[in-house]
Structures are given as structure tokens and as C-alpha cells.
């Protein structure tokens, strides 16, 4: 089985500041990947970043990167120099068993 | 190069009706999964259609079913409507019949489905 959390429902954060959106995972699956989506109003799902269990280095692209800790079974999404269109719904997702599992989603709010 | 086109983007049912969603893949995928997100909620993984089979099925009953054409299209039926089953249904599309390693999933906007 597979479980993937979020515990934060929502995040503020000013325009231009640095934000940490937390994700911790549970599996047996000893090659795993983790994922993070974001998901604007739309309704479309967005993918943003990819870091697989076997990756020595953290996942980057372009604003995002991955923190992942392996022991502590955390992926949390960093997002730099916010910006007001990444006010949206982000989630996280993990891939194990042939199976993306989903996180409840964390809130994104960016303020001016 | 055309992303997942899901129609219809909205529709209301009323309980006990039958519905059909539809899902065309991103140009260049073979692989299709359906995904159900209620509000407020993740997505929760329904089925994937892989080479025109049910490759994998999520903790849905069955009244929930797919199918797979040979164009990699696909179609999600859901019968005698709950309202419970009221939420945004998302396709998303992949190569190789797998969702494992950088596979990236590319999703739809999703068909947001209510049952009245």
C-alpha cells in the first residue's frame, strides 16, 4: 500500500518570497517515485517536478525543486520568488506498484 | 501538438441515470488512466486502459467501467448515478502502459460531473 500526506491545507506567501509546501510518503515499493502537481482553477493538472528513489541528487526545474529526505520519508516542494500565478491547489503524488497515489492538496495563496 | 481533450467539460445527471465520459490522449501516448476527484479531495485513481485492456483498477466498484479504442481514445461509463459519485473526472495519458519511473502523466481539464 501507499500513502502519500499533506497536512498543510493552505499556505500564504508574499510575491518574491520563498515557499515550502510539505509532503511525506509511506511504501513498500522499494522503486518509488514522487511527484508534485499543480492545479490552477482550471481544473488541469499541471506537472511541476519529478524525483525518483533512486536520484542522488534533488529534482530542480526552473523555480521548483524537491527536497527529499529519504529517511525521514519527506519530498517537500520549495517554490522560489513566488509569483501571483502560483496561487492554485499543489499536490503531491507518489508511483509505486505501477499506481499514482495523490495527497489532499495544499493551497497556494500569493499575495502582492 | 495537442494535449488530453476531455469531453464533455460539465454535465448533470440525476440518480440512477448512466453517463459517458470521453477522453482523447496526447498525441504520441498509448496509455490512459481515469481518475475521480471529489471536491476538496486528491485524485483517486479509477482504472488504466493500456493496449485496449483494463491494465489496472483502482478501489472503484463496478459500476464504474472503460473501455479503449484502437486509436488510444477512451471512454469512462459510470452506471446507476450516486450522488456520491459527483465530482471532476480527470484523464490522464501516458507511453508504454506504465505510470512507474519519469512517466509523466499528462492530464486533462477533466469533465466535472454532477448528480442530482
Redesign the interface.
Known amino acids: 500500500a501507499q500513502k ?1 500526506t499533506q497536512t498543510q491545507p493552505g499556505m500564504f506567501v508574499q510575491e518574491k518570497e520563498a515557499v515550502t509546501l510539505d509532503c511525506t510518503y509511506d511504501t513498500s515499493d522499494p ?1 518509488y ?1 514522487l ?1 508534485w ?1 499543480k492545479q490552477p482553477s ?6 511541476l517536478i ?1 524525483q ?1 528513489s533512486y536520484d542522488q541528487q534533488n529534482a530542480t526545474e526552473g523555480r521548483y525543486s524537491l527536497n527529499f529526505q529519504k529517511a525521514r520519508k519527506s519530498a517537500n516542494l520549495v517554490i522560489s520568488a513566488s509569483q501571483l500565478g502560483d496561487s492554485a491547489m499543489y ?1 503531491c ?1 507518489g ?2 506498484f ?8 495544499t493551497r497556494l495563496l500569493v499575495s502582492p | 501538438d495537442a494535449g488530453v481533450t476531455q469531453s464533455p467539460t460539465h454535465l448533470i445527471k440525476t440518480r440512477g441515470q448512466q453517463v459517458t465520459l470521453r477522453c482523447s490522449p496526447k498525441s504520441g501516448h498509448d496509455t490512459v488512466s481515469w481518475y475521480q476527484q471529489a471536491l476538496g479531495q486528491g485524485p483517486q485513481f479509477i482504472f488504466q486502459y493500456y493496449e485496449e485492456e483494463e491494465r489496472q483498477r483502482g478501489n472503484f466498484p463496478d459500476r464504474f467501467s472503460g473501455h479503449q479504442f484502437p486509436n488510444y481514445s477512451s471512454e469512462l461509463n459510470v452506471n446507476a448515478l450516486l450522488l456520491g459519485d459527483s465530482a471532476l473526472y480527470l484523464c490522464a495519458s501516458s507511453l508504454g502502459g506504465t505510470s512507474s519511473g519519469a512517466n509523466v502523466l499528462t492530464f486533462g481539464a477533466g469533465s466535472r460531473l454532477t448528480v442530482l
Do not use: C, D
Open positions: 502519500i522503486s517515485g511527484f502537481y482550471s481544473g488541469e493538472m499541471i506537472f519529478y525518483g499536490f503524488a508511483v509505486g505501477q499506481k499514482l497515489v495523490f495527497g489532499t492538496g
